[in-house]
């Protein structure tokens, strides 16, 4: 157990519609970080916070959006959902020695 | 930019082979990190390694060990007398400890089954 929460473990939704991913960080992980795991791309880098502000940013989509709140927990929120956002999302966390900690990740299924 | 390239897309060995996977990566950065994350059946990555490029010690854990040489852009790693449960996919990763140093570069994975 990383220490990492993420809910839910499984979300169907359809097209067109907006749904939220959340994330625990490990206890005292000031870093948040989001991942997309799918088939053709592999493993990719979202989005980092620090501290509840945008530190980096990688292939995020614009329908995509996320956020870290004063007490450190992320959301990540996908909209306009299509059929290519099934994946695997994973939130990570980490703290002074910038190794990241996964949660075991939001399935996400699009139909 | 960074990349990591596993070569090695599969791998198959029965339960008490040594087995290697390798990892090369590219960066222009003289400060890195280089990691080990692996992903069992059940879905979730789970950290194995860190090791920073002003270390090039290689590392031994129990079954595993690791070896780094930054000359040939390498960190392999290496499951002695494996196990049917070490099947899972195995990731190489790396960040440049810069500005953007949270983002993990990762590889495209090596996936290990261990027969019995």
């Known amino acids: 157990d990383s220490g990492v929460t993420q809910t839910p473990k499984h979300l169907i939704t359809a097209t067109g519609q907006r749904v939220t991913l959340r994330c625990s960080p490990r206890s005292g992980d000031l870093s948040v970080y989001w991942y997309q795991q799918s088939l053709d791309q592999g493993l990719q880098f979202l989005i980092q916070y620090y501290n509840g502000e945008e530190r980096a940013k990688g292939n995020i989509l614009e329908r995509f959006s996320a956020q870290q709140f004063p007490d450190l927990h992320s959301e990540l929120n996908l909209s306009s959902l299509e059929l290519g956002d099934s994946a695997l999302y994973f939130c990570a966390s980490s703290g002074s020695t910038d190794t990241q900690y996964f949660g075991p990740g939001t399935r996400l299924t699009v139909l | 930019a960074q990349k990591v390239t596993q070569a090695q897309t599969e791998i198959s060995v029965v339960e008490k082979e040594d087995v290697t996977l390798d990892c090369v990566y590219e960066?222009?950065?003289?400060?890195?990190?280089l990691f080990w994350y692996k992903q069992p059946p059940s879905g979730e990555l789970v950290f194995l390694i860190r090791?920073?490029?002003?270390?090039?010690q290689n590392e031994i854990s129990g079954r595993y060990s690791w070896n780094f040489q930054k000359s040939t852009s390498s960190f392999n790693f290496t499951i002695t007398a494996s196990q049917v449960v070490d099947s899972a996919v195995y990731f190489c990763a790396s960040n440049n400890g810069g500005t953007s140093y949270g983002k993990l570069t990762f590889g495209q994975g090596t996936i290990l089954t261990v027969h019995p």
């Open positions: 960066t222009r950065d003289t400060t890195y990190y």
């Open positions: 090791r920073n490029s002003f270390d090039e």
